[in-house]
């Protein structure tokens, strides 16, 4: 069975330009999360969705950042414009439901200049 | 405020050594989970526990859902266990995880 899937795995864009990474997460998972981690750092949580659903984007800087799961399935999380300070690995999640194990995906590592 | 303390920060192992690292969590955790991160590389879940213990292959973990304490275990001890443990915990209401700072395990041959 597929992990879950992140793609690109690395991303070096000039501050200011937009940025965008898909996740595609384990086959029959209702819950996505988006986590920032930087360097030395555990991760933080920036999304969580249920199923197409965006149930806790308390910590996601709406004024850059944007997410969407349209249909449930796959989700893709934006910065635009990208600063300096968003340079960081991004990590997508997933698992059955919010009670469950979470499984990883390898993360995009983003570098802003 | 759901929080969760781990220690060590850093530990440096001879291989064939055990291995212990400590995490305490706050009131509203009802889940621990284990994880762990090679450098450069993705999370990969160890254990998810709520009581009890569980293994699998040297990995123990433990809970002690009283004293709100988690333990994980490496027996033997080997190089390619050197890696960043992180605990983290979930609440039963919601499924976001809180994480720990980690622990940078280092085991020497």
Redesign the interface.
Known sequence: EAGVVQSPRYKIIEKKQPVAFWCNPISGHN?L?WYLQNLG?????LI?YENEEAV?DSQLPKDRFSAERLKGVDSTLKIQPAELGDSAVY?C?S?L???????????TRLTVL | KNEVEQSPQNLTAQEGEFITINCSYSVGIS?L?W?QQHPG?????LF?LSSGKKKHGRLIATINIQEKHSSLHITASHPRDSAVY?C?G?GRS????I????TKLSVKP
């Open positions: 819950t999360y750092q555990g991760p933080e949580l969580r806790d990590l999640a698992s439901n919010k009670y469950n194990e979470q499984f990883f995906g390898p993360g | 889940a989970h994880l590389g993705g999370i990969v879940s998810m992180i983290a979930s919601q499924g976001n995880l994480f720990g700072k980690g």
